[in-house]
């Protein structure tokens, strides 16, 4: 497992952290962790390993293109009747259960939204399965470069593992 670090200051307090992982079967993923609260930093260290989800390639690539769009989101004005909206959810395979013959069951563990209404953009990540949102982490995108920083990150941690993603 390796720490993806990109530019990213190693002191840096974002709230997450970006590995790219090979599991037993030389499966490659990306491993996206929230930091611990008591050492926020942007260190292997500082992970929070039991709140990790991983990514394949094609969750990590869906995610650096919804980041992109955001980002295009986030530079336009809207008037005052206007709003543009932004969700990633994605369930790591064991948490997705059958319920019923027509009901699947399915608790997000990474969700990414953005939002752009009148009162000005914004953008968050929640990592974590619970449904209870006090075992959640949510890690707020106040600026258009932290949502740009996270987009960076993914992309070099997909370039990490073969992928192509979309230079913008």
Known sequence: ?????GDVNPESQIGYLIFTATD???NS??????????DP???FGSANF????P???AEVEELTEGL????KLWGESNSSTEGSFYEFLHAPEQEIRRVSQNVIQWQAAVKFTASHTPEGPSARLLLGDSPNESLQYVIEFDNRSDVSDFRDLLKSASNQLGTTVDTD
Do not use: C, F, I, W
């Not at 993923?29 to 008591?38: C, G, I, K, Q």
């Open 1 to 5: 497992m390796e720490l993806v670090t």
């Open 24 to 26: 037993n079967s030389q």
């Open 29 to 38: 993923y990306v491993l996206l962790a929230p930091s611990e609260s008591t």
């Open 41 to 43: 930093d942007y260190t």
């Open 50 to 53: 039991g709140r990790a989800v």
């Open 55 to 57: 990514l394949q390639k």
């Open 68 to 71: 992109r769009r955001t980002l």
